[in-house]
């Protein structure tokens, strides 16, 4: 851990930025399962891809698609296939995280930073509309102030251009993720960030961050006194 990071000061936060997939929502398992099918019909093939989808954390939706075809179909995905992909992914992926249970302390954890009017931000590889979609669904768009989605490009410019957006200072914000993406946009950004672990060994070997916690609201409990 970073030295003052793990004790934040909540007078100083103003901006909470949270990753979804696997912080917000427990989703990680069924979008691993979604990959699976949007590539084949063929279970023990949906397993093995469903595997390798979730090694690949905090990385874009595209960069998923493309390291699945190169590891298990070999030839390279020509743009109209690419689509074909994209689409079949939005539908499964909207089905598998509106109907996943929430994280731990996800609603209470909200709800108290609404309380400490701290800004609430989700931002996520899905995206937008989809997103909007699904945090409906879940009924956590009330518990918003700002969703973001992604695209075909890194989590690091999705957070870069959330900042240059609502023109942020990184000093008083906190990005919470459960991926070393998340990390490392983090780290671009001069963000601090909050790891999420469930018990992966994700961010073995890393520092300069708070955490890991196993939930929101192992994370909650320690900072914010609930």
């Known amino acids: 851990m970073e030295e003052g990071i793990q004790e934040m000061n ?3 936060i103003k901006v909470c930025i949270f990753d979804v997939n696997g912080v917000l929502i427990d989703s990680n398992l069924a979008n691993a399962k ?28 595209g960069s998923k698609i493309r390291k699945v075809q190169a ?9 109209t296939e690419f689509r074909l992909y994209w689409e079949r992914l939005i539908n499964l992926t909207r089905k598998a995280m509106s109907s996943a249970p929430l994280t731990d302390g996800c609603k209470d954890i ?3 930073l ?3 009017k701290i800004t609430r ?20 768009d009330l518990l918003l102030d700002i969703i973001r989605g992604g695209g075909d490009w890194p989590k690091t410019e999705s957070l870069a251009r959330l900042l240059d957006e609502f023109q942020l200072d990184p000093a008083t914000c906190i990005f919470i993720g459960d991926g070393k993406g998340d990390l490392f946009a983090a780290r671009y950004t001069k963000v601090p960030f909050v790891a999420i672990d469930p018990d992966t060994g994700e961010f073995e070997g890393e520092n300069g961050f708070d955490g890991p ?3 929101l609201a192992e994370w909650g409990k320690k900072q914010l006194v609930l």
């Open 110 to 112: 909200l709800a108290v």
């Open 71 to 79: 590891q298990f179909f070999g030839k390279l995905l020509g743009e």
């Open 10 to 12: 909540f007078n100083k």
């Open 114 to 116: 609404g309380r400490l």
């Open 34 to 61: 979604a990959m699976g099918k949007a590539f084949s019909d063929n279970s023990a093939i949906q397993n093995r891809i469903a595997e390798l989808y979730l090694t690949l954390t905090g990385i874009d939706r």
């Open 213 to 215: 916690y196993r939930n």
């Open 121 to 140: 931000i989700a931002l996520s590889n899905t995206p937008l509309s989809e997103l909007k979609g699904i945090l409906k669904a879940q009924k956590l």
